[in-house]
Structure formats: structure tokens, C-alpha cells
DNA sequence: TGTCCTACACCCCAAACAGGTTACATTAAA
DNA sequence: TTTAATGTAACCTGTTTGGGGTGTAGGACA
């Protein structure tokens, strides 16, 4: 049984039903979740939607622990869904519900803040289990959309191999400067003098081939963006 | 033959076994481990380490399908031996093996590209179902270490909100001085004269509290390492 | 054995940067 | 409508940084 990281309330069906709501713009299967969450122990629906048009207003009424979102959806769609229910209500955890397990559309809700993915096909049984999961600190997903997320990870901070060719000295101080840090800084941290530190960042600018500090942290983390 | 580089290949019980190398330092458990793969059916042990101090020869030679890779181990622990793993022979699947859903190692390990993770106590029975499952392209992981992935996950570009309360001039000449152009540079980047760009720099560095270029890109992008 | 590499240290000089202050026109907010 | 924030520009005064040297000592190499 998953813990709890953090304090997620623990439910339990005989004191406090879990609260669902449903944003679905399929009406067949907006009413299939409905009545299963109706119908289940423990589970409380407190809405069904076709949209996210109104989910501010909904969700900070109904105060819900879980929401089913799908992702395609007219209006306002589920991504946005969830970037509003996280930018305001960041207690409130959001089950996407996907057809396709689609890296975009998976990669765009991951940065969203999603907390799990069930794919619609998922049996009523699992989607329970699922709402439960999530509820007790857990993030649901299948197992291939959970590759999809690993692959997705930024790998071993993508820098430039000329950083290696820096000697252990080097690299020391160019994490210190790339940290903020003064030259007069450097020195104390390293317990040498100013022109020490000062040789140092000499060669190595010579060996990244550049003038100042902020071209060679570019050298260090390229392409960053505000 | 075994193992193709991106095709997951369908593992058949009945032709082709799979085939387990297993790094794990606890000699009780590597033998509990290599016994539960030599008696099931479809599943084949290639080899028992107490470390991956030899992980490339032994991967190089014994060509496994899945790595199980004990996390904590003397010698090249498991991060280390996932790396090597990664770098020469990209189409093993590296199963970590951890006792303790802990931040720091999940993450190293994610950035290295573990393909799932397993937690030491999970049942026999669901180690197989775990092999079986990265080999057709899944990603097994505990509900739980799938929250702890999604949450490291990189959010709407990590920045500070101090950011935000800059002036669009005095963020243009952030992102001029983040890519390592100098006063001048940003001056004719911007067709104003030096001593303008100074003075947005000068209030740039009031609202960021900062002293320095070093400093303030620190603000913008924070905890950075080598 | 001598040579290369690294860590360490110092000098000078010029360029770049930082801090303080002032000024003025425009625009947005109170 | 006064105030506050922004974009623009300039002055003076320091400090920090960058580029050019020189030199010593300890290991690694070969």
C-alpha cells in the first residue's frame, strides 16, 4: 500500500467518501463515469462537465479531492483544465484521461502538473483503483505512458563536452562563478590568493575560447531562455 | 537475434527466454534473485554480480535483455553501472532495484536512464511481471516513485518569480546578458546608448537584489550544476 | 632524466562593470 | 491630477575583471 508523501487526507469510505469531478465532452462516457462513481462505495460525484469553460468557479465551489480530465475537449480543453485547477487549487489532484498515449499532449501535461494518466480504455474496476491511488500519494499511469515520461526526462544536463577537457581547478571555479560568485569569493572559497583564482579563470577561458563570464557559463548551459 | 535497438522484441516463453543479469550486493537476496529467474519459465540468468565493477565486459559478453541493478552497492554501485550500461549498450533495459523511494537516487537515476524501478520488498511474482513489462516497452514503477517522477519533472520553466517583475526592457537585456553579450553588445543590440543599458541593468539589479551579471543570471536560472 | 601538466602566486595595464546621482519625456495608476 | 513607473541619457568615482607576462614546486610520463 502506497504511503502518503505528503498530507494527503487518508480517505476512508465509511467516514468521508472521495469527491469526483468530471470533465468529459463525450456524453456516453461522461454518464459512464458518472453512474460508476455514483454507483461505487466511498466515491461522491460532485460533477460532470463537457468542458473546462467554468472549472474555476466549479471546482473552487464543489471543493473536489480528484479530477477525471480528458484532454480533448471543445472549449476549453484539459491542459488548460489543468493548469487552472494547479495555478489555483494545487491540493486538488487531476487524473488525465487519454485515448492516445501521445508524447506531446502527455509531455505538455506533465509540465502541467498532471498527477496520473489513464488510458479510456481502462476497465471501471482499475479507474477506482486508480482514484484511490492518487488520493493516497500515488500517480497512476500504464506502464508504457510511464516510458513515454522517463523518456521524456532531460537526460544528463546536455553541456558541452569542452567543459571536460577543464581541469578539476577549472571546473571548481567555474561552477563557483556560474553559482554568482566573485572572484575575491572564489579565493576564499578555494582558500587561494585573487591571482590564483585569477590563472585559473585565465586558462580556462583560453581553453573554452571566450572573454568573460557570462560567455563562458553560456559555454556551460546553452540555449536558456527567460 | 536478441536484442534489436528500438523495436521491442516480442520475448516468446517458447523460443526465445529472457535473458537476466543481475548486480546486487546482498548475497541472500542476488541468490533469492538469480533462483526466481533460473525456475521461472521464459527467463534465463546470464549472471550474478556483488557489483558492477566488471559491468561492461559482463554486459559486453553476456548480452542481457534486462539488468537488475541494486542501487546501493560497494564498488561501481548500481547509478554508476547504470551509466556505463547507457553509454555502451543503449538496448539493455536497466531494471534499479531500491529499498527506499528516495529523491535524490530516483532522480540521478532517471537522468542516467533507468527503465523502471522496483522496490526491493515488491513479491516475486511481480518482479517477473516488472522483466517482462520493460521488455515490451513498458516502465515499471510503484505508483508513489511515479508521483516522485512527475514531480521532479522539470515545471513551466523553473524561473523566479522576481522575474517577472521586471520591465520587458530590463528582461531584454537579462536574456542579452544570459547569453553573454557584453554592455556594449547589448547597446547595439538595442540601438541605445551604453550608458541607458546601464541604467536598466543598475534597476534590474535593485529589483533582484543583486551585485553582479553572475548573480542576477542566478536568479533567473538557479541551482545549476556542472 | 628531463619534460609536460597542474596548482599556485605575483606584476602591470586597460577595459568592463558597479554605484551613486541627476534629468526629462511618456504613460499608467491612484 | 498628482504620483509612480518606465524608457531614455549623461556625469563622476570607484572596483572588478580580462589579457599579457613571469616564476616555483610537485607529480606524471615516458
Given at each position: 500500500m502506497p504511503n502518503s508523501t505528503f498530507t494527503h487526507n487518508q480517505h476512508?469510505?465509511?467516514t468521508m467518501p472521495i469527491t469526483v469531478i468530471i470533465y468529459e465532452d463525450n456524453t456516453f462516457l461522461r454518464d459512464s463515469l458518472s453512474s460508476l462513481i455514483i454507483n461505487a462505495e466511498g466515491f461522491e460525484l460532485c460533477g460532470a462537465y463537457e468542458n473546462c469553460n467554468e472549472v474555476e468557479a466549479q471546482v473552487s465551489v464543489l471543493k473536489p479531492d480528484?479530477?477525471?480530465m480528458d484532454i480533448e475537449m471543445a472549449g476549453v480543453?484539459?491542459?488548460?483544465?489543468?493548469?487552472?485547477?494547479?495555478?489555483?487549487?494545487?491540493?486538488v489532484n487531476v487524473l488525465m484521461l487519454t485515448v492516445f498515449e501521445d508524447n506531446d499532449r502527455v509531455f505538455e501535461a506533465i509540465c502541467a502538473g498532471a498527477t496520473g494518466y489513464l488510458l479510456k480504455k481502462t476497465p471501471p474496476i482499475k479507474i477506482l483503483d486508480a482514484i484511490r491511488d492518487v488520493v493516497d500519494g500515488g500517480a497512476p499511469m500504464t506502464s508504457s505512458i510511464a516510458r513515454k515520461v522517463l523518456q521524456l526526462f532531460p537526460r544528463q544536463p546536455a553541456r558541452s563536452e569542452e567543459i571536460d577537457k577543464l581541469t578539476h581547478r577549472e571546473q571548481q571555479v567555474l561552477?563557483?562563478?556560474v553559482n554568482g560568485y566573485s572572484?575575491?569569493?572564489i579565493?576564499?572559497?578555494l582558500k587561494v590568493t585573487l591571482e590564483t583564482v585569477r590563472t585559473y579563470i585565465k586558462r580556462m577561458y583560453e581553453k573554452l575560447?571566450?572573454?568573460?563570464?557570462?560567455?563562458?557559463?553560456?559555454k556551460?548551459?546553452?540555449?536558456r531562455k527567460i
Open positions: 476512508n469510505a465509511l480528484v479530477a477525471l480543453n484539459g491542459i488548460e483544465g489543468l493548469k487552472i485547477i494547479r495555478k489555483n487549487f494545487p491540493e561552477q563557483l562563478l572572484y575575491k569569493m579565493a576564499a572559497e575560447r571566450v572573454h568573460s563570464v557570462t560567455e563562458a557559463i553560456n556551460a548551459f546553452p540555449d
